[in-house]
């Protein structure tokens, strides 16, 4: 019998597990798309421009993960350390703070007539 949990997915296991195995090719596709991409560039513009050789598509995949590696690009930014329920506790606050005034409004105009 297959269980369900909705936090871990079928039988248990994390729903991440999934999402990797779905997003793999995605991420391979776009390796090899954005590896075409590069050589092509570099091979029309750079041997005429600054006297470079031509290179491979080996080497323009190297390319590509050299500058992933050097400044950070494709993904999502990290998320600092203080966690993702930041915000929404920062809006929580601030309507339980708007609500308070709301209440207090109400009750001081109570008291005075």
Known sequence: ??????????????????????????????LAVGSLIVMLLWNALLPVLFGLKTIDYLQAIGLLVLAKILFGGFGRRPRPFYGRHRHWDQWRRWHEHDSDDEAGGAAKEDKSS
């Open 1 to 30: 019998m297959c269980s369900w949990n909705a936090e871990k997915g079928p039988l248990g296991r994390h729903r991440r597990g999934w999402w990797f195995l779905l997003g793999l090719p995605f991420v391979l596709f776009f």
